[in-house]
């Protein structure tokens, strides 16, 4: 990935994106070309991976056992409007860009064809995407039999991770009042999470 200084995160950034995102394209390439999935998963910071789990139906997670991986996380991103910028009216010499927030996190996969772990798993995971709500959903508030129905769907899926990549791309290039009016202007399209990534990553300027 090609990461100019400037917008190279912090380790503590990159763990909170690893622990906060969403869901993440795992790729692979292997005797059957390139395949990706996207999974929901969980970091491990202590133990350095990603886990998560497939559709059993999936056949990508049969020629994955053993296989290196790629898997692609992602955080906020936003079109940048050069109306945005002060220094349009100034010079004009503007273009439009995209801010995004993203790491490529590099590793070797492993398979767990085990309700034992898919269990833990999927509560962990669970647990992790519902503690914010009011009120959070429990894999405990389904019937057990159901549940250990759903844990024979799907499989297991675990990254050890051997390196990340991360690029934090958020107007740190630009002069202060354009960084101004890029966080005016997300909020007044109603992207808060864009205005707020580029808030938080601005440059300390003396």
Same mark, same amino acid.
């Not at 990508?60 to 056992?65: F, G, I, K, Q, S």
């Not at 349009?88 to 010499?93: I, L, Q, V």
């Given at each position: 990935?090609?990461? #100019?200084?400037?917008?190279? /995160?912090?380790?503590?950034? &990159?763990?909170?994106?690893?622990?906060?995102?969403?869901?993440?394209?795992?790729?692979?390439?292997?005797?059957?070309?390139?395949?990706?999935?996207?999974? #929901?998963?969980?970091?491990?910071?202590?133990?350095?991976?990603?886990?998560?789990?497939?559709?059993?139906?999936?056949?990508?997670?049969?020629?994955?056992?053993?296989?290196?991986?790629?898997?692609?996380?992602?955080? /906020?991103?936003?079109?940048?409007?050069?109306?945005?910028?002060?220094?349009?009216?100034?010079?004009?010499?503007?273009?439009?860009?995209?801010?995004?927030?993203?790491?490529?996190?590099?590793?070797?996969?492993?398979?767990?064809?085990?309700?034992?772990?898919?269990?833990?798993?999927?509560?962990?995971?669970?647990?992790?995407?519902?503690?914010?709500? #009011?009120? #959070?959903?429990?894999?405990?508030?389904?019937?057990?039999?159901?549940?250990?129905?759903?844990?024979?769907?799907? &499989?297991?899926?675990?990254?050890?991770?051997?390196?990340?990549? @991360?690029?934090?791309?958020?107007?740190?290039?630009?002069?202060?009042?354009?960084?101004?009016?890029?966080?005016?202007?997300?909020?007044?399209?109603?992207?808060?999470?864009?205005?707020?990534?580029?808030? @938080?990553?601005?440059? &300390?300027?003396?």
């Amino acid at each position: 990935m090609y990461v #100019p200084t400037h917008f190279a /995160p912090d380790d503590e950034a &990159v763990r909170d994106l690893l622990i906060n995102h969403g869901a993440a394209d795992l790729v692979t390439s292997g005797s059957e070309g390139l395949q990706a999935t996207m999974l #929901p998963f969980l970091y491990d910071h202590d133990r350095a991976t990603l886990q998560g789990h497939f559709a059993r139906n999936n056949d990508h997670w049969r020629h994955v056992d053993g296989a290196e991986a790629l898997v692609i996380v992602r955080g /906020p991103d936003s079109y940048v409007t050069p109306t945005w910028y002060a220094s349009k009216a100034e010079h004009g010499r503007v273009v439009p860009t995209w801010n995004y927030v993203t790491a490529h996190v590099h590793g070797v996969v492993t398979i767990h064809d085990d309700t034992a772990w898919l269990a833990d798993l999927v509560r962990r995971l669970t647990d992790h995407h519902e503690q914010q709500r #009011p009120a #959070p959903w429990s894999v405990d508030d389904a019937p057990q039999r159901f549940f250990e129905g759903q844990l024979r769907a799907i &499989v297991g899926v675990e990254l050890a991770i051997t390196r990340i990549d @991360a690029k934090f791309k958020l107007s740190q290039n630009r002069p202060e009042a354009d960084v101004d009016g890029v966080v005016a202007g997300l909020r007044s399209v109603g992207d808060e999470r864009g205005a707020a990534a580029v808030q @938080a990553h601005r440059p &300390v300027r003396g």
